[in-house]
């Protein structure tokens, strides 16, 4: 545009002054080629992928496998793969541009915590700063436990130097919607953390049982993530695959599900009705009835089927509703026969759930305290359960 309004200027000055004309194209050519450069550099990509890796912990030799096959598996020259890695081996907080021959270190912080939320949120915003796009994805890579609170023994997301990050402060931070989040992080397809996400993505991809340190193989799904519409059911597919090819039946051990977060809305609504006014008694004996989806003592999980749960809660009620919208919500899921050769999986809708546990003593007191502020407890009906 600029160059068309200056033209005829050029023109009638190279009319007056020819022995200038070709310096004058010279000009000319060089500043459109600087227009030109200048607009390819600040034009969107199709896709940004960004990976959160907060790994100061025990799993930060699986941290550097990971980028190394995330490096591997990286070929889409249309798209951005930027990872955030808080490496304690190499004392490093990096955030790093993968590309398919060596990674290109974009910044460094100095003193930072990676589950400090408002460090998650710098984060994002310097690398979304760095490379806008028309769309981004979201890999959050760490330990988990479902929405248990962060001042728990147990991790919500994390932990770094002993301290981890809540779902609800992780939310708050997320600086755009994202067309995925995927979780490498144990217990993390709950239903409870899937609603308090709903408004930052439209699709997630979890586990609702543990994950193996060794986590996603990225090297197989990087390329389809990169993909401008990527199917989500093959990173499903290549994360079963994974695991259940294994030899051992230690190691073949999977679940995954493909979460759609514009449906959960409904799903609370229909499970409050399912609910009802019904009356909730359930010991805590009655938890080894239900789906589990946790390796440690039935006593202490928070991760049960959650259509399993609800129905043998509530075996008077009419499932057939909550059933069809779980379709609607879980486009897909994988589960192997087995996990850790501990339990077997009978019962799985792709959803976890926490069984709302009355007891008044440490620590399902501060448990349901904090379970009670979540939005799906209020959304689902779930609050009900606790009286």
């Keep these: 545009m600029i160059f068309k309004c200056l033209k005829p200027y050029f023109q009638r000055l190279s009319s007056i002054l020819s022995i200038m004309g070709h310096l004058l194209f010279d ?3 060089c500043f459109i080629l600087f227009v030109s450069c200048s607009k390819e550099k600040d034009d969107p990509v199709d896709r940004t992928i960004i990976v959160y890796m907060a790994a100061d912990d025990i799993l930060s030799k699986d941290a550097t496998k990971n980028l190394k096959a ?3 598996g990286y070929k889409e020259k249309g798209a951005n793969l930027v990872v955030f890695i808080d490496d304690p081996a190499n004392n490093s907080r990096q955030i790093q541009r993968i590309g398919g021959s060596s990674n290109t270190i974009l910044k460094t912080y100095t003193e930072s915590n990676s589950v400090y939320a408002d460090q998650l ?4 915003n310097d690398v979304i700063s ?3 796009s028309k769309s981004y994805g979201l890999i959050l890579w760490s330990h988990g436990s479902s929405w248990l609170p962060a001042s728990m023994q147990k991790k919500a997301f994390g932990p770094d130097e002993n301290r981890k990050m809540n779902i609800s402060d992780m939310t708050a931070e997320l600086p ?3 067309d995925f989040i995927l979780i490498d992080a144990c217990l993390m397809g709950s239903v409870e953390v899937a609603y308090e996400l709903r408004n930052h993505t439209d699709y997630i991809i979890a586990s609702p049982a543990e994950i193996f340190s060794t986590g996603f193989p990225y090297k197989q799904i990087i390329p389809e993530l990169l993909q401008n519409e990527p199917n989500l059911s093959k990173i499903v597919d290549e994360y079963f695959n994974y695991y259940n090819q294994k030899k051992n039946d230690y190691d073949k051990s999977a679940t995954v599900s493909l979460i759609s977060t514009h449906e959960l809305e409904n799903l609370a609504a229909i499970t409050r009705q399912m609910i009802g006014n019904r009356t ?3 010991s805590s004996s009655d938890h080894n009835l239900v789906q589990r989806l946790e390796f440690l003592d039935t006593q202490y999980i928070s991760s049960f089927d959650f259509l399993d749960f609800l129905e043998k809660a509530f075996p008077d009620a ?5 059933k069809a919208q779980l379709d609607k919500t879980v486009l897909y899921k994988k589960h192997t026969l087995r996990f850790f050769d501990e339990y077997e ?3 799985f809708c792709g959803l976890s759930s926490y069984i709302p546990n009355p007891n008044k003593t440490w620590p399902w007191n501060d448990w349901n305290t904090y379970y009670k502020q979540l939005e799906w407890c209020q959304a689902s009906g779930f609050d009900r359960l606790f009286k």
């Design 130 to 132: 760095m490379y806008p």
């Design 176 to 178: 755009v919607r994202f």
């Design 27 to 29: 000009i000319t050519f």
């Design 345 to 347: 999986i009978i019962k």
């Design 280 to 282: 909730f008694n359930f």
């Design 318 to 322: 009419d499932s057939e509703p909550l």
């Design 121 to 124: 949120g710098k984060v994002l």
């Design 70 to 72: 995330m490096q591997d």
